[in-house]
Nanobody, 123 residues
Framework: QVQLVESGGGLVQSGGSLKLSCTAS????????MGWFRQAPGKDREFVAA????????NYDDSVEGRATISRDNAKNTVYLQVNSLKPEDTAVYYC????????????????WGKGTLVTVSS
């Protein structure tokens, strides 16, 4: 059974930082683009960031550009998302997903999602 399990969310003050982790099991994702999405209360899920299989190329949504860093450790089948200078508008459930088709967050066919980790940023 393929699972993506996110962790690292929590309550943080505005201006703080968090590092989210996503560990995969049941399948080797090391050859694929992986990404992070988020869904704020009452809003649609949106793309946040993506990374190529080798970690050499990344892409970020404008909303986190310059504040977020996506990375991966293929030996651990884990993808990370570090977000700094957090804002109240970053409050959302953050989801890990893969394999993605593009660094823009597009996907076709079978794609897996974690259950998400909640990030709450207080003002």
């Amino acid at each position: 059974q393929v699972q993506l399990v996110e962790s690292g969310g929590g309550l943080v003050q505005s201006g703080g930082s968090l590092k989210l982790s996503c560990t995969a099991s049941g399948r080797d994702f090391s050859s694929y683009v992986m990404g992070w999405f988020r869904q704020a209360p009452g809003k649609d899920r949106e793309f946040v960031a993506a990374i190529t299989w080798d970690g050499k190329n990344t892409n970020y949504d404008d909303s986190v550009e310059g504040r977020a860093t996506i990375s991966r450790d293929n030996a651990k089948n884990t993808v990370y998302l570090q977000v700094n200078s957090l804002k109240p508008e970053d409050t959302a459930v953050y989801y890990c997903s893969g394999p993605l088709t593009t660094l823009m967050g597009d996907y076709f066919g079978t794609v897996y999602w974690g259950k998400g980790t909640l990030v709450t940023v207080s003002s």
